[in-house]
Each structure stands twice: as structure tokens, then as C-alpha cells.
């Protein structure tokens, strides 16, 4: 099943908004198209489940565990996350 949905999005040469389509497939990219730098496209996420799932659209029984974002200040020592384990 391929799911499609429209958003706003910003042309990466002239920053201009203009409208773009979404399209989870076997992975979820976005296309873009600037009426004065031509089309784009770009890769939002590998995991079409995970991407349904953090954005509310999925059923909710895949991921039943523990979301977390990390940035790149993160140590890795919390207790949520298994790389800063030492054995």
C-alpha cells in the first residue's frame, strides 16, 4: 500500500515555501518542486512503519517500547541507552 499526503516544504536553493507531496512506499520520501529551481526529492526515513508510527498514523502496535531523540550533545550514558554500558 502506498499512502500519499501533501505539505509545506521549503526550495533548498531560494528557501521560497511551496507545496510537497509525501509518499510512504518501502520508504518514505518527500518531492518538492520550485516554479524557478525545478524538482527536488529527499529522504525523510528508511522505516515506513517507524515513520507512520512516530506521526501517529500507524496502529501503534510495533514500536512498544521507549522512543528517544538523540542529538549530538548526548553522552550515551543514560540509563535508557545500551552504548554508554560498560561490561
Not at 8 to 18: G, M, Q
Not at 71 to 77: G, K, W
Request: proline share 5%.
Amino acid at each position: 500500500m502506498i499512502l500519499t499526503r501533501t505539505t509545506r516544504s521549503l526550495c533548498p536553493v531560494c528557501l521560497k515555501e511551496i507545496p510537497a507531496t509525501i509518499r510512504v512506499d518501502h520508504d518514505v520520501t518527500m518531492f518538492k518542486s520550485c516554479p524557478d529551481h525545478g524538482s527536488f526529492e529527499a529522504l525523510l526515513e528508511r522505516d515506513p512503519i517507524f515513520y507512520l508510527y512516530v506521526n501517529g498514523l500507524g496502529d501503534g502496535s510495533i514500536y512498544d517500547g521507549l522512543i528517544l531523540n538523540v542529538s549530538d550533545s548526548c553522552n550515551t550514558f543514560c540509563k535508557h541507552c545500551y552504548f554508554g554500558v560498560s561490561s
